[in-house]
């Protein structure tokens, strides 16, 4: 007689994610992901690579175990890096073992994209970032002159959003645009950058395509004894603390759907392992959202005062913050606080703090497994009663229904359908 044995569950499918999680971005992605996985009930077992991701990752598991990959531009060695760092290029090893690779914000195509390889390319919309700096821009006030600064190295995605950028502000009528454009020598950048800075008829406002650039303008300005904001408004795109909040004086900054790049990735790569074949090429649109710091504080001293005192709020509403503590941080009193905030904003001080808190609230129900309460604390409520009272008074649901029903702008795809190595939760 046969032995009967029990019947094994099937295993979930081997996903290597590889982001660049010392960013904003990278960890943004990768909450998108997590939130695919949670509202799809799909799972996968994660591996997370924090380095370089190379075939030398494989030393540690087969690559023939692993069943599919998400991955950015800094973890593709021999692609977009200047040197390989392992004598093999990953993607060529992935596609001959038929993985399916979904990658974030590189060239497309990239080497070895051809009919039959799985491998399918995200990028957020450089139109809509280029347009809303623009819109930031133009919101600020009026310039004598306006400027763009690509990245270090020419990319088609800075391209396009200096070009977006441009067509945007002329449309509202600013005609007096100029792009930097870098000679070959790239040990000379720096002196040609302040060369240009030097020409722009100021006040000038400058935007850079990313954190990093905007950084560097700043870098440069206050070395050339250029002064910002008072001669140069510097806008930049990430809004990645490691550089907005550390810069001085503070980086204003556009905040792309990376979230929602994230999530689409964990889509796309759940269409291959189910059988199926999503676009070559996505560009995901999503909320672009603005952080403006001092970099593009308006030139009037309550405008400096009133964007001095939306900065701590963004940093400190989740610490208990309460009016009187914020302008004793600005040195001034309550009433002065209370009248110049709401002379700039149009609301008061307590609502802006209730909004930061609730903003960061939405932000953990949607990209977290963390409990109701644990979320009160970490907003700076002293329970989660109230905090359930001032959410469902300000959106119009509980957290449970904001969290269980996609309400957070998610879509709901992929609810049924073929579980071919993608097993669901029962």
Request: some cysteine.
């Amino acid at each position: 007689m046969t032995k009967r044995t029990k019947h094994q569950p099937q295993k979930a499918p081997l996903v290597v994610v590889a982001l660049p999680f010392t960013h904003r971005e990278g960890v943004d992605e990768y909450n998108g992901v997590m939130r695919y996985l949670r509202e799809t009930r799909t799972e996968w077992d994660l591996r997370i690579v924090r380095c370089s991701f190379g075939v030398g990752l494989f030393r540690d598991f087969p690559v023939s175990e692993v069943s599919g990959v998400i991955c950015g531009m800094e973890f593709l060695p021999g692609i977009v890096s200047y040197e390989p760092y392992f004598p093999e290029d990953v993607l060529d090893l992935l596609a001959r073992h038929d993985v399916p690779v979904v990658c974030l914000d590189v060239p497309f195509p990239l080497r070895g994209h051809g009919r039959g390889v799985r491998r399918a390319y995200l990028s957020v919309d450089s139109e809509q970032i280029g347009r809303k700096a623009a819109q930031v821009i133009a919101k600020a006030g009026e310039y004598a002159s306006y400027g763009f600064v690509g990245a270090f190295e020419d990319r088609a995605w800075s391209r396009d959003r200096g070009a977006f950028f441009a067509r945007e502000l002329r449309a509202r009528g600013r005609r007096n645009v100029s792009i930097f454009q870098s000679g070959a020598d790239p040990a000379r950048r720096d002196e040609e950058l302040v060369g240009w800075l030097r020409r722009l008829k100021r006040p000038a406002a400058v935007f850079a395509s990313n954190d990093h650039c905007a950084a560097n303008v700043l870098r440069l300005c206050s070395g050339a004894g250029l002064h910002v904001p008072e001669d140069f408004a510097v806008l930049g795109v990430d809004d990645d603390p490691i550089f907005c909040m550390h810069t001085r004086p503070t980086l204003s900054s556009l905040h792309p759907d990376f979230e929602a790049e994230g999530y689409q990735a964990a889509h796309a790569l759940a269409e291959f392992l189910e059988g199926r074949r999503p676009p070559a090429r996505m560009v995901v649109g999503g909320t672009v959202t603005s952080t403006e710091r001092m970099s593009t504080a308006p030139s009037s001293p309550a405008g400096r005062l009133v964007r001095r005192a939306d900065e701590i709020i963004g940093e400190r509403a989740c610490k208990r913050l309460n009016a009187e503590m914020l302008a004793s941080a600005l040195g001034i009193s309550r009433r002065l606080l209370d009248m110049r905030y709401r002379q700039i904003n149009g609301g008061s001080v307590r609502e802006a703090i209730e909004e930061a808190r609730l903003a960061r609230a939405k932000e953990l129900l949607s990209g977290t497994f963390l409990s109701h309460a644990e979320i009160a604390r970490s907003c700076g409520y002293n329970s989660e009663s109230y905090l359930e009272h001032v959410f469902v008074r300000r959106f119009g649901q509980s957290m449970s229904a904001f969290r269980g029903s996609g309400a957070n702008g998610a879509e709901k795809e992929r609810r049924e359908g073929g579980k071919a190595d993608g097993r669901k939760r029962s």
